[in-house]
C-alpha cells in the first residue's frame, strides 16, 4: 500500500540506497540490508512525502543502526532538511549530509527552483541569495531562513 | 489587561480593524461571562497556544497576523454560531467572500487516504500562487486525514482502521487564502486535550514527543499541521462530528510560513438537548 520505493545496490562494505516516494505509517525499512556494510549512502533525491508516522518508522529504523555504520544522505529535499532540523534523532548519530535542496522562490511566475547545495566538509556552507528561476529565467530568491534551516550542518 | 464588553456595536467596530492600532494587551469577552476572544500580540506559538489553553478561552487572534480582520469576523460570529463551520467550513470561514473553488475528497480507509493525499495535493500544487506552501499543504492533508481514520472509534488497537465512515478533505480558495479542512461524522475529538498534546510537544520536543510503540498516530500531527498555517480550527460537535481546518496564505514565499504569526479557533457546539 505504501509508495515507498527503496532500491539497493551493496558493492563490499558500502551499500547505496535510493528512497523515493512517500514515508508514511506503511514504510518498512526492515527489508534494507545492512548486514556486513560500514557505510550507506542514502539518496533521497525521489523522496516526495514525509508524514509523521513516517517520521516514527524512520527514527524505528535509524534507531536500529549498528554503531559502526556510517551514513550519508545525498540530494536531501526540504522536506527531509526540516525534520532534521526540528526532529531530535532524525538525523542519525554517524549521518551526515554530503547535499541538500534549497528551495528559491521567483515572483515573476511564482514556481520554486531547487538548488543543490553540496556540503563539503570544514567547508562553511555559502548559499548563493539569488539564482535564476528554471521556469521563466528571472531571478529567484532564496526561499528559507538561513539560520534556521542550515541548523542541521551544526 | 484591558476588558471590552462585546455587543452589536462592537462586533461591528472590531469587525472592521485592520489589526495594527489594536491595543496589544487587549483582551476581549462578553460582558461577566466566559473570555471568549483573546486578541494579542504573539511572541511565539507556544505563548498563544498556553494562553488558550490555561484560559480555556475560545479563539485567540494574533494582531501581527495577515489578516487579523477576517480571523477576529470569523470569532465574533462564531461566538453566537458554531454550528454554520461544522456543517460548511469554507462558507462559514470565508462569510461574505466569494469562494473561487471548492473541492471535496472522500475516504474511509487507509488506502483511500493515500489517494486523496494524492490527488489534493495535486490540486493545491496547481492552485495559482500556491507554489511556496505546496509542501505544508500536503503535509496537513496527510496529518488531518489520518487522524480523521485512527481517532475513528471501534478501530481495534494496535490494528490501522480499514472501513471507517466515510470521511472528507475540503480545499477552498477565497482571498488568497487556501482552507484546507478534514470532517469526519465521529465527533470524538477533544480539542482541550488536543491543545494540550501540541503544547507538551512543543515543550519537550517532537523527537521525544513521538509514540515509538504505537501502531496508530505518531502523536505529533496536529502539532505538525498547526505550525504550518496562519489560522487553525478546531471544531466539533460530540458525537456528531470534527471538523479540523487549516488556513494557509496564497501569495506568500515559503519562509514566511516558518516564521508566520497565527490565529487559533475552537469551536465546540453543544449537544442538542
Redesign the interface.
Known amino acids: 500500500m505504501s509508495q515507498l520505493e527503496l532500491k539497493q545496490n551493496k558493492q563490499g562494505t558500502t551499500l547505496n540506497l535510493t528512497i523515493s516516494g512517500s514515508i508514511d505509517e506503511d514504510a518498512d525499512f526492515a527489508h534494507v540490508d545492512l548486514n556486513e556494510v560500514e557505510l550507506m549512502i542514502v539518496n533521497l533525491n525521489g523522496l516526495k512525502g514525509l508524514n509523521s508516522c513516517g517520521i516514527r518508522e524512520w527514527i524505528r529504523w535509524t534507531q536500529k543502526f549498528p554503531d559502526t555504520l556510517k551514513v550519508a544522505f545525498l540530494n536531501c529535499p526540504k522536506i527531509a532538511i526540516e525534520q532534521m532540523n526540528m526532529v531530535e534523532g532524525f538525523l542519525p548519530k554517524n549521518g551526515i549530509v554530503k547535499s541538500f535542496y534549497i528551495p528559491y522562490y521567483c515572483e515573476e511566475c511564482d514556481s520554486v527552483t531547487n538548488y543543490l547545495q553540496e556540503v563539503k566538509q570544514g567547508v562553511e556552507v555559502d548559499a548563493p541569495e539569488e539564482i535564476q528561476c528554471e521556469n521563466c529565467k528571472q531571478t529567484a530568491e532564496i526561499d528559507v531562513i538561513e539560520a534556521k534551516y542550515f541548523k542541521f550542518l551544526k | 489587561m484591558k476588558w471590552i464588553d462585546i455587543d452589536e456595536q462592537t462586533k461591528i467596530k472590531f469587525g472592521s480593524f485592520s489589526g495594527v492600532n489594536l491595543a496589544a494587551d487587549c483582551t476581549v469577552g462578553r460582558a461577566g461571562s466566559n473570555r471568549d476572544i483573546i486578541v494579542d500580540e504573539y511572541e511565539s506559538e507556544l505563548q498563544a497556544l498556553e494562553c488558550l489553553a490555561d484560559g480555556k478561552v475560545s479563539h485567540y487572534i494574533s494582531t501581527g497576523a495577515r489578516a487579523p480582520d477576517l480571523a477576529f469576523s470569523f470569532a465574533t460570529r462564531s461566538m453566537d454560531d458554531r454550528s454554520s463551520f461544522l456543517q460548511d467550513p469554507a462558507t462559514s470561514y470565508f462569510f461574505g467572500k466569494s469562494i473561487d473553488t471548492v473541492k471535496a475528497f472522500d475516504f474511509c480507509n487507509?488506502?483511500e487516504k493515500?489517494t486523496v493525499?494524492s490527488r489534493a495535493?495535486e490540486y493545491a500544487q496547481n492552485v495559482?500562487?500556491?507554489?511556496?506552501i505546496?509542501?505544508a499543504a500536503?503535509?496537513i492533508v496527510?496529518?488531518l486525514s489520518?487522524n480523521a481514520l485512527y481517532d475513528a472509534p471501534g478501530c481495534p488497537p494496535g490494528e490501522?482502521p480499514q472501513n471507517t465512515q466515510r470521511s472528507h478533505v475540503q480545499l477552498a480558495i477565497s482571498d488568497d487564502t487556501l482552507l484546507l479542512s478534514c470532517v469526519d461524522l465521529y465527533g470524538s475529538l477533544d480539542p482541550w486535550c488536543a491543545l494540550s498534546k501540541i503544547i507538551e510537544v512543543l515543550s519537550t520536543?517532537?523527537?521525544?514527543s513521538?509514540?515509538?510503540n504505537?501502531k496508530q498516530?505518531?502523536?505529533?500531527?496536529l502539532t505538525?499541521a498547526q505550525s504550518r498555517c496562519e489560522s487553525f480550527i478546531m471544531a466539533v460537535e460530540p458525537g456528531q462530528r470534527t471538523v479540523v481546518s487549516c488556513a494557509l496564505a496564497l501569495?506568500k514565499?515559503?519562509?514566511s510560513l516558518?516564521?508566520q504569526k497565527r490565529n487559533y479557533h475552537i469551536l465546540i457546539q453543544e449537544e442538542q438537548v
Open positions: 487507509v488506502k493515500q493525499v495535493t495559482s500562487k500556491a507554489a511556496a505546496a509542501d500536503r503535509l496527510e496529518e489520518m490501522l520536543g517532537i523527537g521525544p513521538i509514540g515509538m504505537r498516530g505518531a502523536g505529533i500531527g505538525l501569495g514565499r515559503g519562509k516558518e516564521d
